[in-house]
């Protein structure tokens, strides 16, 4: 049983440990935090300085769960992001290939050394560059993950916008490489900075910082990358200690890796609850990202997050969804104004409608091993949270709303207005009425 769950709750649990990149419903929670409370954290960055560190099993390095008081199976847990803040200096990512012989099947969850064939091994860093991590035990460079044009960037102090920097400016930044990523105390991976990458030197991106993960423990042990429909097809077959079946997979996830940018500051997010006290977890925060991830990974990030969390019984659905900022939604899926209600009810007059629909926007996170399976699952999960028929989800999507991609190969968000009615009646109307003033 959870640690969590025989102590009395706290109304903050501030979390300043991670788990070796593995989600385990069986391993000790942190906690318990009030229903109602608050979860701290200061998180490590994900994809790129896991993906390098061979003894991390999923690819990222995410905070441990922590227990939410009168959560139970079945439920589901209203997230509020109250802040998101950057605290790296500078970063470096860029698009990756993996070599052969580097991994048993999968480099994010297997990684193994080739000369001495030791799976997850312990490495340190010698020098820079992108051979400097070395095995412990043979001294051969261990690399899963090349970067085949990357870059490094550094971020002004308000933390508004980055520069990537040029061959000599890299190369200093990566003899200090955990200082400059601000990397938590906590922390066990190896810094990207190190690689020093410098393809695209002069480079003035926009900061626009959101959590790639955010969620709550599946109810199977599973790498934290592959707690999602298009990672986790990964493990399904797979040769390694983590291989599990296609019908596994679908019961046990619970989609916290999901990418989208819009899980940012002021969002809330409502998950799903498949293990006794959630397990709400974070981590893989990104400076900013355009849709799609489409380069595979992003500005990877240290920063700070509060959370507050909120138990919301009896969930109908096994995914996330999302209440977006009104900014962040598509142009058709943003709540009327009252100058086009006012237009629509003299339209209603005029043809004897005699009610016209409270309508509020909502978007259902769908996800599996491609695109178009994705789009399927989101739809079917918006039919089965709001007692619709897939073809009624289809048509208000597409006219009141929106398929957006979080990330590919399989992350989407069926984004829409909904009547507002079938939200009360599932317990999340008044997220609505929150978030959009309605």
Known sequence: MPDGSIMAPRRSVVVSEFTNSLLDPTAPMLGPVENGGTIISNTAPGCWGPMITPRLRGGHEVTKPVFVDSAEIGDAVAIRIRDITVTSIATASGHDSSPEGFCLGDPYVAARCPVCDTLWPETHIEGIGQDAVKCD??????????????YTVTFDDTRTVGLTLPKEAAERIAHEADHFAALPDGSRQHSILTFAPSDMPGTLVRMRPFLGQLGTCPSIAMPDSHNAGDFGAFLVGAPHAYAITAEQLAEHKTDGHMDIDAVRAGAILVCPVKVKGAGVYMGDMHAGQGDGEIAGHTMDVAGSVTLQVEVVKDYPIDGPVLFPL?????????????????????????????EIDDLAPISVIGTAANLNAAIDNGL???????????????????VNGAIEIGRAPGVIQVTFLAPLSRLDAVGLGEYAREQYGL
């Open 137 to 150: 035990s043979c001294g051969n460079a261990v690399k899963p993950f090349e970067i085949v044009h990357g």
């Open 326 to 354: 009104e900014e962040d939604l598509p142009p058709l899926a943003r709540p009327f104004s009252a100058a086009e209600k006012a237009k629509g009810k003299r339209l209603a007059e005029k043809w004897g409608v005699s």
């Open 380 to 398: 079917d999960r918006a039919a089965k949270l709001l007692g619709m028929t897939v073809a009624e989800v289809r048509n208000r999507a597409t």
